[in-house]
């Protein structure tokens, strides 16, 4: 669901989202990202399948930077709210938010994606009808994220 230029994917936390000491393992954070980008691009209109079958293209990750606040537990329902902060030519970045059912903030990162083509992996144009929709959605926002430095 998108309102207000950031787009907010929930997650449900299972036992197998959780580590020996009961929290949720720091790596899923990773994987709760990922779905909520991939759920981005198809709220957006633009699904992932329409990227690499007619394009050739796929995102990638190119650098992660994760902030771990407060633990999740077992049961708890996340959050990710996703925001795009730029738009380059064959790049974007994310700034995702995984918060907690009373808005708490739980982790914050920011992800640096590129545009690729699949054949050789070379930096490739973000497609214009991509480029548009998350440059509207980036634009779309009223109020600013807290950065990672201001949380």
């Given amino acids: 669901m998108i309102m207000e230029g950031r787009h907010h994917y929930p997650v449900r936390i299972y036992y197998e989202d959780t580590d020996a000491g009961g929290i ?3 790596a899923n954070y990773l994987r709760f990202a990922e779905r909520a980008r991939t759920e ?3 709220d957006c209109g633009i699904p992932h399948s329409e ?3 007619d ?3 796929m995102f990638v990750v190119r650098r992660v930077r994760i902030d ?3 633990p999740a537990l077992l049961d708890d329902l996340l959050t990710v709210v996703t925001r795009v902060e730029s738009m380059g030519a ?3 970045e994310l ?3 995984v918060e907690g059912p009373e808005g708490e903030l739980r982790a914050l990162l920011r992800i640096g994606l590129a545009c690729v ?3 050789d992996q070379k930096p490739a144009r973000v497609p214009d009808r991509w480029k548009e929709a998350l440059d509207e959605l980036s634009r779309s926002g009223t109020s600013p994220v807290p950065t990672l430095g201001e949380q």
């Fill in 55 to 57: 394009h050739g293209l």
């Fill in 117 to 119: 083509k699949i054949d």
């Fill in 90 to 92: 064959a790049s974007a």
């Fill in 95 to 97: 700034e995702q938010r």
């Fill in 40 to 42: 981005v691009l198809r």
């Fill in 51 to 53: 990227l690499t079958d």
């Fill in 24 to 26: 949720v393992y720091h």
């Fill in 68 to 70: 771990y606040r407060r």
